[in-house]
């Protein structure tokens, strides 16, 4: 090319000389000037990219021209996108360059914007398992997350992601896992699992201790064992109509086991008169119509029906109970050196006054079993006994120890009274033994015989009885798995209404340590008509019907089991017999009908209280005067309302 455009500029110098020769003007010739070369950015290329994307091929992103060839091949030596940093957000040159063949030259500049990644997700996968037993083995946990990045896409979790260091499945408790993902944008996330590791579930008894290898199981031949109970709903029997539960199960599957080992039926019958099933029991044996085998009755009625004849010894049949149910549930009903009574759950709440006989023998100077008069408490017999210790005991001796707005609620328990009424879910305390038991609360208050720890505390409260410095004590006692939880020791040899006056105490077989549930202290009686053959045999299926289980481990749970059926909020029928803590017992209602003295809101127990704590002030009128909003409020709970 470059000798042809020589050869033409010689040709035309020749034709310029000739014509100067001839005397001629020159001829002008045009020699056109070269066109750099083009280049052009292309249409729809994308400038932007999130940091840590891959850069693109620049070469596609322009079109080259040259003025003689045409359209050029665009190579990476064109290209330079040396400046360009994918990774780190900002802006940035990519400079294309391209010289023609004749020398000329073309540039153009595209600004590439590079902006900054979101960090990586991790996410938890739904409805994975976070709550183990003690043992179990440890999951996948690779398998647990999703992790996900706007620049690398969907990840595979592996093991070098997942810190399991503090996973221990042996350990009872929690412990955190840890998943980490860096990102190619340099983005790093962490995610926590928690997971708990919770104690190995022991299944409530499989119902085998109830029937021991070599045991004759007694052949009731087709005949039905009834129960009679005061509350459906409380013992129907043993809560087979309340809420599912693990413990309700068991009892089922005891209970046709041994209907089936014993060739017999469960039945029940509920009292007609449930506020006074003692005589409708006496009435019954009276008449030769006993309408149940079992009944379950109020412990301080016990003696009652056994004067009466309405109810027989069991002690003969006492060895059927299983050993270890004398290390957690030791509450029976004895009279005159005979055992009469049994309480068969291996928990129960007891509303106990638990009484130091050392005390009263020494400072009292009465006989506590002449308390007891004509179907109440003498109360001045108690007054005289506690003016007689304040007087002669040491100045550390204490009378009653409780808060005073639970004091009403033991004395009028163990009166015999009761805050509700369950056959019409409204308060009873129009009964005059509340009222009496308020009063006589009053008055000890006002002679300063109340006595309550410092922190508030029934433990506190527990540990003055133990020490020996308090005579009365007050107290709810979980009978359970932990037979310390109340060990008064030898000081304590008597307690009120489970051996029901004026008999007094009358344990002669069983090495107990005797305790008292003083408000609906449950026991259990058989009728009286029963020969001992029969008798045997309705004993022995009814204790094998029971879930004893063989741990104290089990008796625990049964605390779970028990809140879990007072959340039932059908009715007040309900709540105060879920915990069989009596008729004024605190449960989903607590802050409704019981409430405490610093709570804000009004309660039983802020009448309670009030009555207790103000002297002279008439116990009827205040509570008349509080009853209508405190019942007020248990409607709107249940509803009632609204009907």
Not at 79 to 96: E, K, R
Not at 566 to 585: P, Q
Not at 614 to 621: Q, V
Request: charge should be negative; proline fraction near 5%.
């Amino acid at each position: 090319m470059k000798k042809i455009a020589l050869l033409i500029t010689m040709i035309g110098l020749m034709f310029m000389v000739v014509a100067c020769e001839n005397g001629e003007d020159p001829i002008e010739t045009v020699i056109p000037t070269p066109d750099a070369p083009t280049i052009v950015e292309q249409s729809g290329i994308i400038k932007t990219f999130v940091q840590g994307s891959t850069a693109p091929d620049f070469k596609t992103y322009v079109t080259i021209t040259d003025a003689d060839t045409g359209n050029v091949t665009v190579t990476d030596a064109m290209v330079n996108a040396t400046a360009l940093d994918m990774t780190t957000p900002g802006t940035y040159n990519v400079v294309f360059n391209y010289t023609g063949g004749n020398g000329l030259s073309a540039s153009l500049t595209i600004t590439i914007t590079i902006t900054a990644a979101d960090a990586p997700v991790i996410a938890e996968v739904p409805g994975i398992i976070k709550d183990y037993e003690e043992g179990d083995a440890a999951p996948d946990f690779t398998t647990l997350v999703t992790i996900t990045d706007p620049v690398d896409g969907v990840i595979t979790v592996t093991p070098s992601m997942v810190d399991i260091s503090k996973v221990n499945m042996n350990a009872i408790g929690t412990f955190r896992v840890t998943y980490s993902y860096t990102s190619s944008s340099g983005k790093t996330t962490t995610f926590d699992i928690v997971f708990r590791v919770n104690e190995k579930v022991i299944e409530f008894g499989n119902c085998d201790p109830n029937f021991p290898e070599g045991q004759v199981n007694l052949d009731l031949e087709g005949r039905k064992v009834t129960l009679g109970t005061w509350m459906r709903n409380f013992l129907d029997p043993f809560w087979l109509t309340a809420k599912p539960s693990e413990l309700n199960t068991m009892k089922k599957t005891c209970i046709t086991r041994a209907n089936t080992e014993h060739n017999t039926t469960l039945g029940w019958y509920a009292y007609d008169n449930a506020l006074n099933h003692t005589n409708e029991i006496i009435q019954q044996y009276l008449a030769g119509d006993f309408k149940a085998d079992w009944y379950n009755i109020n412990s301080h009625n016990l003696g009652k029906l056994a004067e009466a004849g309405a109810i027989r010894p069991i002690t003969e049949f006492m060895d059927y109970l299983p050993d270890y149910y004398y290390d957690i549930n030791v509450q029976f009903g004895t009279w005159k050196g005979e055992v009469y009574g049994i309480w068969t759950e291996r928990i129960n709440v007891n509303m106990g006054i638990y009484v130091n006989l050392d005390l009263i023998e020494e400072y009292g100077q009465i006989n506590p079993a002449e308390l007891w008069n004509d179907g109440e408490w003498n109360w001045q017999a108690l007054l005289d006994i506690s003016s007689a210790i304040k007087e002669n005991a040491p100045t550390n001796v204490e009378v009653f120890g409780i808060n005073s707005y639970d004091l009403g609620s033991y004395l009028i328990g163990s009166n015999g009274g009761k805050t509700i009424n369950p056959e019409t879910d409204t308060f009873a305390l129009n009964d005059a033994r509340a009222i009496n038991a308020l009063e006589f609360g009053q008055e000890l208050a006002e002679r300063g015989y109340v006595w309550t720890a410092e922190d508030g505390t029934d433990t506190s409260t527990r540990a003055k009885f133990t020490s020996g410095e308090l005579v009365f004590y007050f107290g709810s006692d979980w009978i359970s798995g932990d037979p310390s939880i109340l060990k008064p020791g030898e000081a304590v040899k008597f307690t009120l209404g489970m051996v029901p006056f004026p008999v007094g105490p009358d344990v002669t077989d069983i090495a107990t340590e005797y305790r008292l549930p003083i408000t609906v202290g449950n026991l259990w009686v058989m009728r009286s008509d029963l020969d001992d053959t029969m008798a045997e045999k309705v004993f022995q299926y009814f204790i094998n019907t029971v879930p004893w289980g063989d741990d104290d481990e089990q008796d625990l749970r049964y605390t779970e089991t028990m809140r879990d059926h007072m959340d039932d909020r059908t009715s007040l029928e309900a709540y105060v017999s879920a915990s069989r803590m009596g008729y004024f017992e605190k449960t989903f209602l607590y802050g409704v009908v019981w409430a405490l003295p610093d709570s804000g809101s009004s309660g039983i127990g802020n009448v309670y209280g009030e009555i207790i704590n103000t002297a002279g002030a008439s116990a009827t009128a205040i509570i008349e005067a509080a009853l209508p909003s405190i019942q007020a409020q248990i409607d709107q709970v249940l509803g009632k309302d609204q009907e």
